[in-house]
């Protein structure tokens, strides 16, 4: 911590040695700035995924429905049948039989909110929560098959796999992007550093003149391209930050409740991007210097 | 402390010199003369190790300078100090932070609070210490080289014509200055081709003149 006070406070008189060159400085800051403002979003994009496949992972994995054909005759003796295997059925906590206002209500955002479902030849719906240990899906298919003909269990694996295998690319694709993003940045970042050190070529024989080693020539660019780095990338991840504010507070998926953006301790990675931004520059800024005062020997 | 043993250097295919040996002993003062073009300032950077000899052995405090590494240049760099002609100063600097240069990169810079005010005033640099070089006329400036020189206070003071720019009354008042240093026990060695400098000077120290002309390192003969 010491340590990295230091470097942070620095020493104005070597500083000074390395007069500041203007073009490298704001080009410096305005990649930072800007790649800190694509990560912001590139983060948001991937924490988002991760929220949903999650949400997806853990409601939709922890429910089934089972569905009562709505032709099947004898309709109330089959949901009693339904509901007595499904209550004798150990690893099942609940079975709720769905209401008419919950029928309509799921069918509302297509037939409107009017939807005479009591004339309406509608599957009957059950909705079944398992315990903490589980239910065997596959084996109370077969104890429905045998005592409720016609009765269908849904899991929802069918069309969960797939949505969350794009929730988990999105999630992929965004890390991905973050880091295109940090490579992006550590590139610019080893162009601008070997501009300067070029531009400096002079000052730089000077000081190996007087004494100077290649580690005090090498800091005072790599403390000053570090310090430009972080506070660029604060700027940029600030006003990343505004636009995200600014953004319509709507789901990514209706009803999920998952929202574009950060939540909770999802902010930390906010607050490391410029952390982060400062140590890609730290370490790209070292190594051009190292190679850049191997070859001005 | 500083050996030069059967050195050879060239620019491409030309050979500048080749089978040049010097010696300096601790104490001792050297003038190098020779034409313009004769390669005293090569010389003087092959004493530096700012440049690396093509053949032969250039042994700097002991030590091989063809093998010693970038940082251990520097340190060797720091137990010499060296006047450049061009003087080599930092223009966005002021002079005392010019001359305070070598206690900065050393992370020596507290010494330079002590050292600073002396070694201005010993050069008659005082009110001139919050200007920058290209503010400071050629005898300042050459003062001022000769005060970054020396503030590391090293064992070998090297100067490459000192009194090339300056006129006579200032030439004197360097070289006496660089004689002080020899008092002191410094190992002074100074490139110049101005005979009548060390004509004037002859009297107030024991020098040796060299004389580097056609790639061959003599002593200077009774007629200099």
Partial sequence: MKTILAFIIGDPLADGAVPSTGVSARLTVFVAAAMAFLAVFALALSLTAGRLADSWADDLAQSATLRLPADLDQTNAALRAAVNVLQTTTGVASARVLEADEQRALLAPWFGPDVPVESLPLPQLIEILPDDTGYDVAGLRARLQAEVPGAVLDDHGAWREPLLAVAQRLRLLGWSVLALIGAVMAAMITLAAHAALAANAQIIRVLRLVGARDGYIARAFVRRFTLRAGLGAAVGAGLALLVLQAMPAADVVSGTGTHFGFVGLDWIWLLAIPVLSAIVAFLATRVAASRRLKEQT | ?224
């Fill in chain 2, 1 to 224: 402390m500083i050996e030069l043993d059967n050195v050879s250097y060239g620019y491409g295919r030309t050979a500048l010199f080749s089978g040049l040996s010097l010696k300096l002993v601790p104490g001792s003062f050297h003038f190098l003369t020779g034409p313009s073009g004769a390669g005293k300032t090569t010389l003087l950077r092959l004493c530096y190790a700012d440049l690396r000899a093509n053949s032969g052995k250039v042994r700097l405090f002991g030590q091989d300078a063809g093998n010693l590494t970038r940082d251990e240049v520097a340190i060797v760099r720091r137990r010499i100090g060296v006047v450049h002609q061009d003087c080599q100063f930092l223009d966005h600097l002021s002079i005392a932070e010019n001359i305070a240069l070598p206690l900065t990169v050393a992370d020596r810079i507290a010494d330079a609070q002590n050292n600073l005010a002396e070694l201005l005033a010993w050069v008659s640099l005082g009110p001139q210490a919050g200007q920058r070089p290209p503010e400071l006329s050629g005898g300042e400036r050459q003062r001022a080289a000769l005060a970054r020189a020396v503030i590391m206070s090293p064992d070998v003071v090297i100067a490459d014509e000192p009194t090339g720019n300056v006129d006579w009354e200032m030439s004197q008042r360097l070289l006496s200055l660089l004689i002080e240093l020899n008092r002191m026990g410094k190992t002074i060695l100074i490139a110049t081709h101005d005979l009548a400098m060390i004509r004037s000077v002859k009297a107030d120290v024991n020098a040796r003149v060299l004389r580097l002309s056609r790639g061959q390192l003599v002593q200077a003969g009774a007629d200099l």
